[in-house]
């Protein structure tokens, strides 16, 4: 990770409050306006918003599973839209993460983060429950207090004052994190049926098992699978990787059939604006400041300032990627949802992503991320395998 203070900034949605609560005091140039035109638009659930907590993996993979049980399900009409509970998914993950933890003496990344294949792994092995069934029991989550008291408790387990495990450690911790974001519900009624939250899953028509997760990095062989080497990635989940071209490939392909993916990124750039657009924009070499001079805009100055014009974009290539994750400077920062594609008024390519941050910047809580950001930035996309060609699926051994 590049920073923990930036990933909380990003994925806990500390931005308005934390490291935007003052503005800079050199006055700042206009931003571009944009006009954008969408060429494909694929149907999202209500923008949420995942405050102050790091689980943007979390509400950006459970718009993702929205958006599929929508096309699964082929329901047109908006009222009926799923809205699963994210604090079902997260509960379940603080849990097992616990466990595997202490089966680990405590060499493993104890945190708010996690990625897009641990909602699939949960739904695979606890199901799903609806928003009705577990809201959780504050109406924006603040997450503060859990995550350290979750994660004092599992250090001091892993210190093992009684010498050995007891049977209640677990049991403690359950405890802990269902005061905090609610009991599970075991059973439940929908439309005056009675399900489980795995014969929900199944209702839904979600299928964990067909998704698959696909990047592109050089420090693996293309067309084999590897866990990609990120804190989150604590279950140590495995992705597809193939090259820079097929992946962009692959995520466009996806759109252009009817498909959303769940997208893990860099968001930490400064292309990636408050207003709601990402373009790959050249960066200058980072000048030490103290966190006033970073908080308050005086001190050395980090890039040039914004124009009013475009600004031009690096052309993303395999070596940018690779050079980025190799250096840490393209890092697990945000999951996002990607649900379409558009065109600026230059022709520039975007991609449509509905992020979790509530309905801020200037498109109500969407982005505009352009081809070369999501190019240069992306750590991995998740798509069911549907989405891929038969001749990506015959690469890759996928059925």
């Known amino acids: 990770m590049k920073k923990n203070l930036l990933i909380a900034a990003f994925c806990a949605m500390l931005i308005p409050t934390a490291i935007f609560a003052q503005q800079p005091r050199i006055p700042q140039a206009?931003?571009?306006e944009y006009k954008f035109t969408v060429v494909k638009e694929i149907p999202i659930t209500s923008v949420k918003n995942q405050n102050s907590s790091g689980t943007c993996w979390c509400f950006s993979a459970i718009s993702f599973l929205e958006s599929e049980v929508i096309r699964i399900k082929g329901i047109k009409d908006a009222a009926q839209y799923p809205d699963l509970s994210e604090m079902f998914v997260v509960g379940q993950s603080y849990k097992d993460r616990a466990e595997k933890y202490i089966r680990l003496d405590g060499n493993l990344t104890f945190g708010a983060g996690s990625e897009a294949d641990d909602v699939l792994d949960v739904i695979r092995d606890y199901g799903i429950v609806p928003q009705s069934a577990m809201p959780g029991k504050q109406a924006l989550p603040i997450h503060g207090e859990i995550d350290a008291v979750t994660l004092a408790y599992v250090q001091a387990i892993?210190?093992?004052?009684?010498?050995?495990?007891?049977?209640?450690?677990?049991s403690g911790f359950d405890a802990i994190v269902d005061n905090f974001l609610g009991v599970p519900p075991t059973s439940f009624e929908v439309n005056g049926k009675t399900y489980t939250p795995a014969s929900y899953r199944d209702e839904l028509g979600i299928v964990p098992d067909d998704y698959v997760t696909i990047t592109s990095f050089t420090h693996h062989p293309f067309y084999t699978q590897f866990a990609i080497e990120v804190c989150d990635n604590w279950r140590w989940d495995t992705a597809y990787n193939v090259p820079m071209d097929e992946m962009m490939q692959i995520l466009k392909e996806?759109?252009?059939?009817g498909y959303t993916a769940a997208w893990g990124a860099d968001v930490s750039e400064r292309g990636f604006s408050r207003t709601g657009v990402a373009r790959l924009v050249e960066t200058v070499a980072a000048i030490p400041q103290t966190d006033q001079q970073r908080l308050t805009g005086n001190g050395p100055a980090a890039g040039p300032r914004p124009s009013a014009a475009i600004p031009k974009e690096i052309v993303a290539t395999q070596e940018y990627r690779q050079k980025g994750f190799?250096?840490?400077?393209?890092?697990?920062?945000h999951g996002m949802h990607i649900f379409?594609?558009?065109?600026?008024?230059?022709g520039?390519?975007?991609?449509?992503?509905?992020?979790?941050?509530?309905?801020?910047?200037?498109?109500?809580?969407i982005y505009y991320a352009s081809e070369n950001y999501v190019a240069g930035k992306t750590i991995d996309i998740v798509v069911h395998k549907d989405a891929l060609s038969k001749d990506m699926k015959k690469k890759l051994g996928i059925k």
Do not use: C, F, H
Request: proline share 4%; aromatic share 10%.
């Open 158 to 170: 892993n210190k093992k004052p009684n010498r050995t495990l007891s049977e209640n450690w677990k």
């Open 326 to 333: 190799d250096e840490q400077t393209t890092t697990d920062d």
């Open 30 to 32: 206009a931003e571009p």
């Open 254 to 257: 996806a759109i252009e059939k």
């Open 340 to 346: 379409g594609i558009a065109k600026d008024q230059e």
């Open 348 to 365: 520039t390519l975007y991609y449509m992503v509905k992020n979790s941050w509530g309905e801020s910047g200037n498109y109500k809580g």
